[in-house]
């Protein structure tokens, strides 16, 4: 698996406060995915574990803070499981 650049994720723009900073990361596509924005850490990780089941084989789906944009880690799909990748 490749990791993309942190540069790529979509940045928050610091004018006016991110009420959802927590997004997901369709490493495969290389965009984020749509409607798919949480407030809190654990959800996040919650809806890409949700993502990723539902995705097809060798799916990755990553999780972001889009203030720092620091990885908090991947999901990749498998055909019988998924794997989670913490990034700390």
């Not at 290389?30 to 799916?59: P, Q, S």
Request: charged share 30%; with cysteine.
């Amino acid at each position: 698996m490749t990791t993309i650049p942190i540069t790529s994720y979509t940045r928050w723009d610091k004018e006016e406060p991110s009420l959802r900073p927590y997004r997901l990361w369709d490493a495969n596509a290389k965009r984020d995915m749509r409607w798919r924005y949480y407030k809190i850490k654990r959800n996040a990780l919650d809806g890409a574990l949700l993502e990723a089941r539902w995705a097809k084989v060798g799916t990755a789906i990553e999780v972001y803070d889009c203030r720092s944009a620091q990885h908090l880690g991947t999901f990749k799909r498998h055909v019988t499981t998924i794997s989670f990748t913490n990034s700390r």
